[in-house]
């Protein structure tokens, strides 16, 4: 699927292409997970995920449930804070002072070497920027996507197609919505 515009900020752009390594293509509808085979390929891995390799910490197993976790997370689940609270804690976050653009600032980061440890300690400092509320899935194609908008109340991937490959899950919510509406009033079912 396309990005138009929905790729995150700096590092949080690679948990939200971790997280869209499940997915439900347009053509098919039926979900699909390319972690395995990313996990198979260290070539395919270092071309998705060129700055971050993977460690022998990193099991499929473990992958696999980091990425529901942060999809818990981003759907906005009561369970995805406690979820990401587990995560945390695993992690062996620290914090660290580093120079950048003129000034001190305070960063995660985590002394686990591998890429369960970077996403951990990249959702973390999102979640310090504020910018975490602002990846999201989408409810109809379950698409990660980040909100642009300047209210942060985008709800689905797109209300376009955005090309031939596209879906335009927010139009297709919105016109679902308006038949059912209408089928109400004339009480036709």
Known sequence: MPDHNQTAPGELEAVRRFIN?????????????????LAR???????????????????????????ADLRSACDGEPSGDEALNK???????????????GTTKLVV???EASF?????????????????PRL?????????????????????????????GGRACGTIAKVTAYRAREAMKTGVA
């Open 116 to 132: 369960v440890g970077y996403i951990v300690a990249v959702v973390a400092n999102a979640i310090a920027a504020g910018d975490w």
């Open 136 to 164: 999201k899935t989408c409810p109809d194609c379950q698409w990660a996507f980040y909100d642009h908008t300047r209210n942060g109340k985008k709800r689905w991937c797109g209300m376009t197609k955005g090309g031939p």
């Open 41 to 67: 390929a260290p070539g395919r891995w270092n071309t998705e995920f060129p700055r971050q390799p993977r460690s022998r910490a990193d099991s499929l197993d473990r992958l696999q449930r980091l990425r």
């Open 109 to 111: 980061e985590s002394s």
């Open 87 to 101: 995560w945390f804690s695993s992690a062996a976050l620290g914090v660290k002072a580093r120079w950048e653009g």
């Open 21 to 37: 390594t499940w997915s439900i293509p347009n053509d098919t509808r039926k979900a699909t997970d390319a972690l395995p085979e």
